[in-house]
């Protein structure tokens, strides 16, 4: 018989056919998603790097701009005045985010849940509502500021400038730290305190032996987290800077107020370097934290210790607190008739005819553009995720591709941003060193909602690659496997098995891009067409115009917004996540 005939014989011989037609067709699949995150994430710096080295008309110029910010004192000082910020408001926020979470995790404590709750509370807060609050709590005529109007002792902080974005910025990041950190500490192994107490070691001791060296990685990635969030975040130094000027604003006053596209982008230089520097150690600590993974912990159960618990519930109490103001004096100052004269309250600051920045109408355009950034992001991140840790071969692909999916993350807001107006905003793209260009084949999305949605995706791709691959770790292979030997086609053991199984991570994912993209000024600034107006850009223009009492009414619509979302979340897929979950019961 001859070997064709064997093959005829051999009934996994269809099988092994269509698992090879299957590969190229994952491989395909692989291929086209590492080019868009290639379209998407690295091939929109070249152009904004390549302008930093020309002048207004476009002409190169080499390193002008850059030696003309350095010798631009003005200028200059704003990169110092960006690493103080960043460096203060990452020390405050991963400190009180650690002493945040040790509370929640290590103590028996009255109000966990709540506490939990409010101490994610300011995530649902734009940065620049943040600033607006605090304007209303410690500004020139604040409650804190007048001693509510001379009820109280005036306590004047002196909130404009380095003060006020430092508090802002704290609040902005302590939420980010907190995530963190929950998950840092509840991974503790409950051994290693048992044989702390059997050595005799004083609480003290067991803390700095013990307690912070198993967290020291959580901790590297908190202050990563924090100082490229602070570093970068542009709404809270535009609202409460005043004439303490920093990066992240400097670049706005370049692009927006002056046109000045060239020096926007070597300021964006300047602005990307150290966050990229803190991106590439992260990645490194990282690896040896992999490295280091052991056997199984238990898990630790605190023990009451009435003196502790009661200490940080106190602490807890007043940082919940202080968030929970912040959040209150925004709503109240949207009621308020004329602030401070008027105290009476009211909807008037909710009549958005009479000031600019394009009203309901944008409120209306931010829920869009957050629902297709929640639809397209979730099933790109997933889909990209599915493909790097259950594809087969092209390692070395699968390796570029998660590569790419962690960039972002290294990307501030504003750079992305930026870098989309030169990439997608040229018609043609013409060869550096050559006198040849193409036609650029995405310009047709420049102005749209496309562009926007695109460049919300990429800017919280990171952080929604990373949650849905861990989930895919923890499905067994052993799925796959059985369903390739049973001959199931992989996209329907991805639709009937992952899908389900991982449904609580991809509906998370979900509620993430949509709060996020609610919520984010930087990263579409410089990208939204007056067609379509934003309710976080309203916010800036609102600010800018004046009418701060307008700027807080948008800003309640946009907060009441994202957490009446979160709680319509909860409420509708509680009982998919417990049918989908239910397996584990078994």
Same mark, same amino acid.
């Given at each position: ?13 269809? +099988? !092994? ?44 110029? +080499?390193?002008?701009n ?22 203060a ?38 940065p ?12 020139? *005529? ?21 003060v ?11 939420? !980010? ?6 998950? =840092? $500490?509840?991974?503790?192994?409950a ?9 005799g070691?004083?609480?003290? *001791? ?29 709404g ?8 303490y ?10 692009? %927006? ?31 040896? !934290? ?9 898990? $630790? ?69 957050s629902?297709?950034? =929640? ?40 750079? $992305? ?10 018609? %043609? ?6 006198? %040849? ?14 562009i ?5 995706? %990429? ?72 067609t379509?107006?934003?309710a ?31 709680f ?19």
């Amino acid at each position: 018989m001859t070997t064709s005939g064997l093959r005829s014989l051999n009934p996994f011989s269809k +099988g !092994q056919q269509v698992t090879t037609k299957e590969d190229w067709l994952m491989r395909l699949l692989l291929t086209l998603g590492t080019l868009w995150l290639l379209v998407g994430v690295v091939m929109p710096l070249f152009p904004m790097i390549s302008r930093s080295f020309r002048d207004t008309n476009g002409n190169w110029i +080499g390193l002008s701009n850059y030696v003309q910010y350095l010798t631009t004192p003005a200028l200059a000082a704003s990169f110092g005045n960006s690493i103080f910020v960043a460096l203060a408001s990452t020390f405050f926020s991963v400190v009180l985010a650690f002493v945040y979470a040790y509370a929640l995790t290590r103590t028996t404590m009255p109000g966990k849940p709540i506490f939990r709750v409010l101490g994610m509370l300011p995530l649902y807060i734009p940065p620049l509502a943040h600033a607006i609050g605090l304007i209303y709590l410690f500004g020139n *005529k604040g409650l804190v500021t007048t001693g509510l109007f001379g009820v109280l002792p005036q306590w004047n902080i002196n909130l404009y400038g380095a003060v006020g974005i430092i508090i802002g910025e704290v609040l902005y990041c302590f939420p !980010q730290a907190l995530v963190i950190m929950i998950t =840092a $500490l509840s991974l503790t192994d409950a051994r290693l305190y048992e044989a702390a107490d059997v050595l005799g070691s004083t609480p003290i *001791k067991t803390f700095f032996t013990v307690t912070l060296p198993s967290v020291k990685y959580g901790l590297i990635s908190a202050i990563f987290v924090c100082f490229t969030l602070s570093f970068t975040d542009f709404g809270v130094p535009k609202v409460v800077g005043g004439n303490y000027n920093v990066l992240a604003t400097d670049i706005y006053k370049q692009v %927006i107020g002056q046109q000045n596209f060239s020096m926007g982008a070597t300021i964006s230089v300047f602005l990307l370097l150290p966050t990229v520097i803190a991106f590439i150690v992260d990645r490194i600590i990282q690896r040896r !934290q992999t490295a280091l993974v052991g056997a199984k912990s238990v898990p $630790l159960q605190p023990k009451p210790n009435p003196p502790l618990d009661w200490g940080l519930f106190a602490v807890c109490s007043l940082l919940a607190g202080f968030a929970l103001a912040v959040l209150l004096v925004i709503i109240f100052a949207s009621l308020v008739q004329v602030w401070p004269y008027n105290l009476s309250l009211g909807l008037k600051n909710y009549d958005f005819s009479s000031v600019g920045g394009g009203g309901y109408k944008s409120f209306w355009n931010s829920i869009v553009m957050s629902f297709y950034t =929640a639809v397209f992001g979730t099933v790109a991140v997933f889909a990209g995720a599915y493909l790097v840790e259950k594809g087969k071969g092209m390692k070395w692909l699968r390796s570029v591709n998660y590569f790419l999916s962690t960039m972002p993350l290294a990307l501030p807001g504003l750079v $992305l941003g930026l870098s989309y107006v030169f990439f997608f905003n040229n018609r %043609i793209w013409w060869i550096p060193f050559t006198q %040849i260009a193409i036609y650029n084949p995405f310009n047709g999305i420049y102005g749209t909602m496309a562009i926007l949605v695109l460049c919300n995706v %990429i800017h919280f791709y990171t952080v929604c690659f990373l949650t849905a691959s861990t989930a895919l770790k923890q499905i067994d292979p052993e799925f796959e496997s059985v369903s390739a030997s049973m001959r199931v086609p992989f996209y329907k053991t991805f639709w009937r098995v992952t899908v389900p199984l991982s449904l609580p991570a991809i509906l998370e994912i979900g509620i993430y891009f949509f709060v996020n993209a609610m919520i984010t000024i930087s990263a579409i600034v410089f990208l939204y067409p007056p067609t379509l107006p934003l309710a976080a850009v309203a916010i800036v223009n609102m600010d800018d115009a004046g009418d701060t009492a307008a700027a807080a009414a948008m800003s309640t619509l946009v907060v009441l917004t994202s957490i009446g979302i979160r709680f319509l979340y909860w409420g509708f897929t509680r009982g998919i996540q417990q049918r989908s979950q239910a397996w584990l019961q078994r």
